[in-house]
């Protein structure tokens, strides 16, 4: 048979066989996710009222806190606002908030992004030596990564601690104690970060920052955990319409308990799922790496023909599809 003819054939085959996969995730996720009643889109649209109300306030606080500590923003003020005109700088300096690191916007980016990147391209093009220009970027992309990382592991934290933070100031409120005083309590008995976000609370509402505001900047601050975001609405709707707050708190962290402890379950029942994934897609590169080394003929055509590296790359493609797929099966929504 054709050379060409078989690579258009593999191809096709190639093409159906994600087009397979691609429908049974769909057909997974529409299965898993039906499409909500009447009253639930209802509840969505109220939901999403509330959370456009919540964003125009954050930005509006964001603007007047931003004019408050103009001077302790940047390490240099003059270079930290010609870098506000790059919208990535902007998301930079939001993520280095979000991830508690006291470096300045300013000095992150230039001298732990830009600069190290731009040598390590200009050597590499200089020497002709293009995987070290090619290190540039990778730097580059390396450094935001590791302020993602950082963020999501101060996340995990603040998640963790939040139900027992909401138990104490449950236990303030019972006790006799006002709002402003439980968070206090909390600024000063609970470890980071939670005791710096709540003690970042009681430093606005002290500048005369009204509660709503100040929760609205924390929502601001923490934008991807739902719990801060249910916990600041019932906060400003009992300070607008009454109500029992302990109780409302109190309910809030038995909820967040209860999901942890869901989760967990969830956990150990897929952990079996989870690490047949993990078998499955490392043994084909474990056993190509092992053929290389050892049996070396045996996987030559795969490197040295041209057919070799087209199944390469359409394996590698095959097994990314197939890795993400079995990821999205054993990863449930609580």
């Given at each position: 048979m054709d050379t060409t003819l078989l690579l258009l054939l593999i191809l096709l085959g190639l093409l159906l066989m994600a087009a397979g996969f691609g429908a049974a995730v769909f057909l997974f996720q529409r299965y898993n996710n039906p499409e909500p009643t009447l009253i639930q889109k209802r509840l969505m649209s109220i939901k999403d009222r509330s959370h456009d109300e919540l964003s125009e306030a954050a930005t509006e606080t964001s603007r007047k806190f931003a004019l408050l500590f103009k001077d302790a923003e940047y390490q240099n003020d003059r270079l930290g606002q010609k870098l506000e005109r790059i919208e990535f700088f902007l998301k930079l300096k939001i993520r280095l908030q979000q991830a508690g690191m006291a470096t300045p916007?300013?000095?992150?980016?230039?001298?732990?992004?830009?600069?190290?990147?731009?040598?390590?391209?200009?050597?590499?093009?200089?020497?002709?030596?293009?995987?070290?220009?090619?290190?540039?970027?990778?730097?580059?992309?390396?450094?935001?990564?590791?302020?993602?990382?950082?963020?999501?592991?101060?996340?995990?934290?603040?998640?963790?601690?939040?139900?027992?933070?909401?138990?104490?100031?449950?236990?303030?409120?019972?006790?006799?104690?006002?709002?402003?005083?439980?968070?206090?309590?909390?600024?000063?008995?609970?470890?980071?970060?939670?005791?710096?976000?709540?003690a970042s609370m009681v430093k606005d509402i002290n500048l005369g920052i009204p509660v709503r505001e100040s929760l609205v900047r924390l929502v601001a601050k923490l934008d991807t955990l739902p719990d801060v975001r249910m916990f600041a609405?019932?906060?400003?709707?009992?300070?607008?319409?009454?109500?029992?707050?302990?109780?409302?708190?109190e309910n809030l962290g038995y909820t967040i308990r209860e999901r942890f402890k869901l989760k967990g379950q969830i956990a150990a029942l897929t952990g079996q799922s989870r690490l047949t994934g993990y078998v499955l897609g490392g043994a084909p590169a474990f056993l190509l790496v092992v053929l290389s080394l050892f049996f070396y003929?045996?996987?030559?055509?795969?490197?040295?023909?041209?057919?070799?590296?087209?199944?390469?790359?359409?394996a590698f493609i095959l097994q990314v599809i197939g890795f993400f797929i079995m990821k999205k099966i054993v990863d449930i929504r609580v």
């Open positions: 916007a300013d000095q992150y980016f230039v001298g732990n992004m830009l600069l190290p990147a731009t040598v390590l391209i200009i050597l590499g093009l200089a020497s002709g030596f293009f995987a070290l220009a090619l290190a540039g970027p990778v730097w580059f992309a390396g450094a935001y990564l590791q302020v993602l990382f950082k963020r999501g592991q101060r996340y995990k934290k603040f998640i963790t601690q939040f139900p027992d933070a909401l138990g104490m100031i449950t236990s303030a409120l019972r006790a006799g104690h006002s709002f402003q005083s439980a968070l206090t309590v909390v600024s000063t008995e609970m470890p980071a970060p939670i005791a710096t976000e709540f609405t019932a906060v400003s709707i009992q300070r607008e319409a009454g109500g029992n707050l302990a109780e409302v708190l003929g045996y996987v030559a055509p795969l490197y040295e023909t041209d057919l070799g590296h087209f199944a390469l790359i359409a």
